[in-house]
């Protein structure tokens, strides 16, 4: 999005975690950035992991320093606060006197710390944007809602070219290895679907094959999601911590993503505007994007439910998969595509700043 923005007459400096693989990412592509050390975090768990409370506390204050020095040094008629664990950054530079965007990404907790969220964001901030109706919902304060952007995804020229006869029917998944993207549900369902499968032997029943892209790399459930890689090698998935997105796509027969919950998942309008038959819960923000005949939604929490999804992909005809994948294609093309989603944050870009000289013209009266 932001090639896109800066296209439009918008100028970009990044501050990110330093070092970090982001970090250098963004300088590698030539944009401006700078960032420093950061240990703040919103649990008493993810305080406690390394470095420790005791280290977090000391380096937070040089943390904060550093970014203001970062804010005087570019002198920004916005900031663009990506992701709720970016609140404590929003606040500081609004405090400073420059115009804040939190843009969220998550499904907000409902308990006492989502409810403070919601509160200090509505009070502090210049605006709050969310990525679906859903995550909208769960930000809603005092009758106020906030402005939707969704995701987007680029819209391949071609499409999947989707194999007649799949054996092995390979299905695969790209997430975080995480209780909330459902990995345990996704191995669990490779599980049944080759009990089955060998309850079946001779009878004919399509063989499956199953893959997973992402990193076990929240660091409070490392410990359960390294246990459920154990389990998915076990029952034959492979795995891959990192990979090309598109070109594994292009390998599989089916995308499915059992999330439990889902702000809006990048990955699923990957698949969808692939042209892959897709399969998802029916939970947050993927209900949003699969609507009927645009791919398969099953309850959350269900493997059952996963597999027996799968497996009816699986025995359907090419046209009928066909159809399924040209549906989601078409839907990620119509709604959810780039240039939709450039449109709609240059609108809140104009809208802040334009908000911002009115009342500095205001002060000045």
């Keep these: 999005m932001v090639p896109f923005l800066t296209e439009l007459g918008f100028d970009f400096s990044f501050w990110v975690p330093r070092p970090s693989g982001l970090y250098e990412d963004l ?5 401006d950035v700078d960032g420093a050390p950061r ?8 305080w406690r992991l390394d470095p420790g409370p005791i280290r977090r506390m000391v380096t937070t204050p040089s943390y904060f320093r550093h970014f203001a020095e970062f804010l005087d040094s570019r002198r920004p008629a916005l900031v663009h606060a990506n992701s709720v664990l970016t609140l404590a950054d ?7 006197g420059v115009p804040t965007i939190l843009h969220v990404h998550e499904m907000l907790p409902t308990d006492l710390r989502g409810r403070m969220v919601r509160k200090v964001a509505w009070e502090q901030l210049d605006r709050i944007i969310a990525v679906s109706r859903a995550c909208a ?74 893959e997973m892209v992402g990193a076990p790399s929240d660091a409070i459930e490392r410990d359960w999601a390294r246990s459920v890689l154990r389990r998915a090698h076990e029952v034959g998935i492979d795995h891959a911590a990192s990979a090309d997105v598109w070109e594994r796509l292009r390998s599989w027969d089916a995308f499915a ?27 947050d923000g993927i209900a949003e994007q699969l609507v009927p005949g645009t791919g398969v939604l099953i309850e959350p929490g269900n493997p059952r439910a996963l597999a027996d ?28 595509s780039l240039p939709h989603q450039v449109e709609a944050m240059q609108q809140v870009y104009r809208d802040v700043l334009a ?11």
């Design 90 to 96: 929003a606040l500081a530079a609004r405090r400073r």
């Design 137 to 210: 919902a769960q930000l809603a304060w005092n009758g106020r809602m906030p402005t939707i952007v969704y995701e987007a995804a680029p819209v391949p020229e071609r499409a999947t070219e989707l194999r007649r006869e799949p054996r092995p029917f390979t299905v695969g998944t790209v997430a975080v290895v995480s209780t909330r993207k459902g990995s345990d549900l996704f191995v669990e369902a490779a599980r049944l679907l080759g009990e089955r499968e060998n309850a079946a032997n001779g009878s004919g029943a399509p063989p499956f094959h199953f």
């Design 39 to 46: 240990s703040i975090e919103y649990s008493v768990r993810a």
């Design 257 to 283: 993503l059992p999330s439990r919950a889902d702000p809006f998942p990048l990955s699923m309008l990957e698949a969808m505007a692939s042209g892959l038959p897709v399969i998802g819960a029916r939970t």
């Design 355 to 365: 908000g911002a000289q009115s009342s500095a013209l205001a002060d000045v009266a």
């Design 309 to 336: 999804a799968i497996s009816w992909l699986a025995t359907q005809r090419p046209v009928v998969r066909e159809q399924l994948g040209s549906a989601a294609r078409r839907r990620v093309a119509e709604n959810f």
């Design 27 to 31: 300088r590698a592509r030539g944009w």
